[in-house]
């Protein structure tokens, strides 16, 4: 069989963030997961899956029809086990691992810097550093201190300015050590979920805020650059964002139409701007969705479930659809690293042929000689994923919560393998 051969100096490593992870923190989302706990239980008791909660689910800890699952407490105690976590990545061949920076720990009051934490950061990536691997840094995933929150998060007229504060101090204590930098982690997603669906952090409903949120992140993504590019003139900068591959239902006019309007939002608005004031891009790749108008289904007449569930969680499993977004992403002349691409899939069922068969179309992406220089699994560890809690297995590491022993999935060796060897068969 034929293989694809990577560039030399590919970057291959997996994914992490530190709320869902770390463990032993207070936060605006740790206030939220013990607030929202109770009925999170009661909507999966009312809403299961189709065909209901498997055995195989209900049978670990925590599970979803336990309040447990949804309030983070120790996570994946990665904040003491860094190292342990790092020597299996190690092992596992990585030459590059992501990470984000806790901003409540290390400014848990306004304008006031926790030097121990700071130090603890410093170590962590002191032992990438060590063992071979590339640090990439992202400097908001998600969590707030509670003192930003308070004030009005993101929603604030000079938030953008105190997170540049926050991001100017992690580079002049890292920058030395530091080279790729990730301001923001999917800021549409964020803006979606916690001002228009509210099942997270604000929990608003609101679209005007949601969209002054998404301007919000823009101009602190714009100022944080420009401020690590003053202190360290040869840093990567970039953004990190999800990109769903949409397809129309059928070639009807009203189904295109509806495509694009769901894209625009749904693909960030703003992302031509984030990408042309961007050092890198980081495509974060999930989901295909066929969109048509139904007006049958919802009160929005948009129906996207002719997908092919296939994951633990209903998530399509589709890896052609990288390709083509890369190919997309490449107009904008940046260079691309898959930052997060991964599944939930608890029996380790499907993620060696998932990753195999998309590595397969980042083959294709580098044939046509796009700009693609690394990819991250999603995730290093099974880990507290955003408001579903536990239950959801990404891990090429599987996690024992009840012991927190971790055990190397199958499917992480095969990863190794197209690593090793810096190729894929096609």
């Known amino acids: 069989m034929a293989a694809v051969k990577f560039p030399k100096g590919f970057l291959w490593g997996a994914a992490t963030s ?47 029809l336990q309040e447990e699952n949804y309030i983070s ?20 061949g990585h030459n590059a691992h992501r990470f984000s920076i806790e901003w409540s720990r290390v400014e848990p009051e306004e304008g006031k810097f926790n030097q121990a934490e700071i130090e603890h950061y410093r170590q962590m990536i002191q032992a990438l550093r060590e063992r071979g691997m590339e640090p990439f840094v992202t400097l908001w995933h998600y969590t707030l201190p509670r003192w930003f929150a308070v004030r009005g998060g993101w929603l604030a007229a000079d938030a953008p300015k105190l997170f540049t504060r926050y991001a100017e101090r992690m580079a002049a204590e890292f920058g030395n050590q530091v080279k790729f930098w990730i301001t923001e982690n999917e800021p549409e997603t964020f803006a979606r979920h916690g001002f228009l669906t509210g099942d997270r952090p604000p929990g608003k409903r609101n679209i005007w805020q949601a969209y002054r949120v998404l301007k919000n992140l823009l101009s602190a993504h714009l100022l944080t650059r420009e401020a690590i590019h003053i202190l360290r003139p040869n840093a990567q900068v970039g953004i990190a964002e999800t990109q769903v591959f949409f397809e129309p239902f059928d070639k009807s006019p009203v ?31 999930y989901f295909h969705t066929r969109v048509r ?18 994951s633990d969680m209903g998530w399509e499993l589709y890896p052609q659809g990288i390709e083509p977004l890369l190919a997309e992403l490449n107009l904008f002349r940046k260079p691309i690293y898959i930052l997060e691409h991964g599944l939930a899939d608890a029996k380790d069922s499907r993620r060696a042929w998932y990753i195999k068969e998309s590595l397969k179309q980042v083959g294709k992406a580098l044939a046509q000689n796009l700009d693609v220089r690394g990819y991250f699994h999603w995730s290093l560890l099974d880990n507290f994923e955003s408001n579903l809690g536990f239950w959801p297995r990404f891990g090429l590491v599987e996690v024992e919560y009840k012991t927190l022993e971790r055990k190397i999935r199958p499917s992480a060796w095969e990863y190794k ?3 090793d ?4 068969e096609t």
């Not at 994946?76 to 790092?86: E, I, L, V």
């Not at 042309?276 to 495509?283: I, P, R, V, Y």
């Not at 007006?295 to 997908?307: A, D, H, L, R, T």
């Open 73 to 92: 407490g120790r996570a994946c105690d990665h904040y003491n086990r860094f190292r342990q976590d790092f020597d299996i990545a190690k092992q596992l």
């Open 293 to 310: 108008f139904n007006p049958f289904v919802s009160k929005w007449g948009i129906q996207y479930n002719e997908n092919k569930a296939v």
């Open 421 to 424: 060897a810096n190729a894929i």
């Open 417 to 419: 393998k197209i690593i």
């Open 18 to 64: 530190a709320h869902q992870v770390e463990g032993g923190n207070r936060n605006d989302w740790m206030e939220w997961e013990i607030e929202t706990a109770k009925r999170k239980v009661q909507s999966a008791k009312q809403n299961p899956p189709a065909g209901g909660w498997s055995d195989f689910i209900l049978k670990n800890y925590p599970n979803p």
């Open 255 to 285: 189904n295109r139409l509806v495509l694009r309007i769901v894209k625009w939002w749904r693909n960030n608005p703003f992302i031509r701007h984030f990408i042309a004031n961007s050092d890198f891009f980081g495509l974060e790749y």
